[in-house]
């Protein structure tokens, strides 16, 4: 673990991987709260940001030389692109193999359809954690621990609100993310 966050200073500087220590704790809590795999939240945590570059030509050379498929999205909003060139870092050069923490690192900016228990937990931690101060995120921090899928549900909406009133793209694994939780509540709640 040590090694790893030298490496990740070493690579996203030392106020992103200071930012990927917090989220690491905050998915650790989340992780014993909803008795999932605490190792696994660890190293997904810290590493989430891992290929966060600030740089876009690089962002996009590094995600073809890894082969990754960009759509329009991800190329106008190449912030993006951190999150599936992030599991392909994860796995190259801190020598992670677990598909699960890769899902959960390649998914922790849009979500996606049918997220797993540990790509919600990051999603949220990444949402929540202690240095985060928007308003609102008092009740997401509340919510994540009651709620999981209710957390999220208010995350997504806040995000999708404000990329809206900025006139940005959304991303389809956005609108399935939040349609899967919406829909899975709906159903429930109609006892279907
Ligand atoms: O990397 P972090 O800053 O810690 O956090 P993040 O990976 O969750 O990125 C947050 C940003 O991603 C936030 O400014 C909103 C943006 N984002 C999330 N979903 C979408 C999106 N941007 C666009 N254009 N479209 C999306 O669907
Ligand atoms: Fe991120
Ligand atoms: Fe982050």
């Known amino acids: 673990m040590d090694n790893l966050l030298e490496l990740l200073v070493e690579r996203i500087g030392e106020k992103r991987a200071e930012h990927s220590i917090r989220v690491m704790d905050t998915a650790v809590k989340l992780a014993s709260h909803y008795s999932s795999d605490i190792n696994k ?9 891992c290929a966060k570059y600030r740089d876009k030509s690089y962002l996009l050379k590094r995600a073809s030389d890894f082969g990754i498929i960009l759509d329009k999205t991800m ?3 190449y912030q993006l692109i951190h999150g599936p060139l ?12 677990d598909e699960e923490i890769l899902d959960a690192i390649r998914y922790h900016t849009t979500g996606r359809e049918n997220m797993s228990l540990l790509d919600k937990i990051v999603y949220m931690a990444d949402y929540i954690e202690p240095s985060r101060n928007f308003s609102g995120v008092e009740l997401a921090r509340q919510l994540a621990f009651k709620d999981l899928d209710e957390s999220l549900i208010y995350a997504m909406n806040n995000t999708i609100l404000d990329l809206i009133k900025t006139n940005k793209l959304i991303h389809l694994d956005t609108i399935k993310a939040r349609n899967y939780l919406v829909s899975k509540k709906l159903y429930s709640s ?3």
């Open 41 to 49: 939240a660890r190293i997904a945590g810290a590493l989430h940001d």
């Open 75 to 77: 190329i106008i909003n």
């Open 86 to 97: 992030g599991a392909k870092v994860a796995e190259d050069e801190f020598g992670i193999e």
């Open 190 to 192: 109609l006892n279907l």
